[in-house]
């Protein structure tokens, strides 16, 4: 089958969730099929080093430079799009998918998110796959519940409605729809009940995260992109109502924030004691060997948590909110903790730091877990079903 595959920016490196659910996609698609990519770049890095990593798996890669100033020229002139759909507006890879699509008679495109769902319309192929992850107006929707201001609550509940309105419009173009979790997937079937919807879920590399031996140091871990406004809001929260807590508890505890463009706030974070601002780190198993706990502080968001994989998999214990795991085929005191409230998270990471043999068990019944569920060889098998 010939397959073309669409992504807002190269699936390369793999430093964050979006780009790595669409490398491990991509790589199970061309396992079995031949792929042709065509992805947005930034101006210049037409043949950067992600070039190189993506054509081993593609029969063919076509970038298109579109860069930060057009985007929001973009959305600026477009104000009828949502600002996903609107920044990555581009006559160019319009005119690209359809002469492609004219001469080269592909089989089935495939669309990754809702930022680039639209460009189907201009690919003329018997099939249409869009993989939305997530159902992005319900990301927008929780999030105004922790809008700073009624400006911001006005405009986020602005962003929602106009998410669902173009959600509903561009399944229309897709003979399936993938979304990342039951949850996912039920809020989406209940705004368009017409639309074939399939659970498609993330995945980890077993072989990459392997099982680590426990860490007796109290260090806490928490790691994400930091820019994306659940990460920042959930490592503050966590800062504010959470870690002092512990600090008083267990003196020698450290708390680790890694992920790439934290906020000039969140950099700041470092004036308290025993919390480091670690950013982009190359490689993260060095930190998770370190660490006896990672956390995941998040009070708003949508889809499913890729580093809850990633720790589980390395064999450390988790804790989360509620919102944190959703989507997850997790439970409460098997293979991670849950805690909601500031009381409840300080007393769950207390006791899981004075408590090896605890820590222990869930790292057993997590790696257990991801191995029979979650590994990126499982959903690529799963993937490949679902297009037969």
Request: aromatic share 10%.
């Amino acid at each position: 089958m010939k397959i073309l595959f669409l992504t807002a920016e190269p699936p390369w490196p793999l430093d964050q969730g979006d780009k790595l659910r669409n490398y491990h996609l991509l790589k199970a698609l061309a396992a079995e099929h031949e792929v042709t990519l065509a992805t947005f770049c930034t101006p210049g890095e037409e043949r950067g080093s992600w070039r190189k990593a993506v054509a081993l798996l593609c029969r063919a890669v076509y970038p298109v430079p579109l860069g930060r100033h057009q985007m929001l020229l973009n959305v600026l002139l477009l104000p009828h799009l949502p600002v996903t759909m609107a920044a990555r507006a581009s006559f160019r890879m319009a005119k690209l998918l359809l002469h492609l699509t004219q001469e080269e008679h592909f089989d089935l495109a495939f669309a990754c998110q809702l930022k680039m769902a639209g460009y189907l319309r201009h690919c003329q192929v018997p099939k249409r796959i869009i993989d939305l992850t997530d159902v992005v107006s319900l990301y927008w929707r929780r999030m105004s519940c922790f809008a700073v201001s009624l400006f911001q609550k006005i405009w986020m509940r602005f962003e929602a409605r106009r998410l669902t309105f173009w959600e509903k419009r561009i399944a229309q173009l897709a003979d399936l729809v993938l979304l990342v979790s039951p949850v996912e997937a039920m809020e989406f079937k209940k705004m368009i009940p017409q639309v074939q919807v399939e659970v498609l879920t993330n995945g980890v590399d077993l072989i990459y995260f392997r099982q680590m031996s426990q860490s007796d140091r109290p260090v806490l871990l928490f790691y994400g992109h930091l820019r994306y406004p659940p990460n920042a809001d959930g490592v503050f929260w966590f800062c504010r109502e959470v870690f002092p807590f512990i600090k008083q508890s267990i003196p020698e505890a450290e708390f680790w924030i890694a992920g790439k463009d934290p906020p000039k706030e969140l950099a700041k974070l470092t004036i308290l004691a025993g919390v480091k601002v670690l950013g982009y780190v190359p490689d993260l198993r060095s930190y998770l060997e370190q660490a006896a706990v990672v956390v995941v502080p998040l009070r708003f968001g949508a889809g499913t948590r890729i580093k809850i994989l990633e720790a589980l998999a390395s064999g450390r214990s988790v804790v989360s909110t509620s919102l944190g795991c959703e989507g997850l085929d997790v439970t409460s005191g098997v293979h991670l903790e849950i805690a909601d409230e500031p009381p409840e998270f300080f007393a769950t990471i207390v006791n899981l730091l004075r408590n090896p043999s605890r820590r222990a068990a869930l790292a057993a019944s997590g790696r257990r877990l991801v191995e029979e569920q979650y590994c990126w060889k499982a959903v690529g098998k799963r993937l490949l079903e679902l297009l037969r």
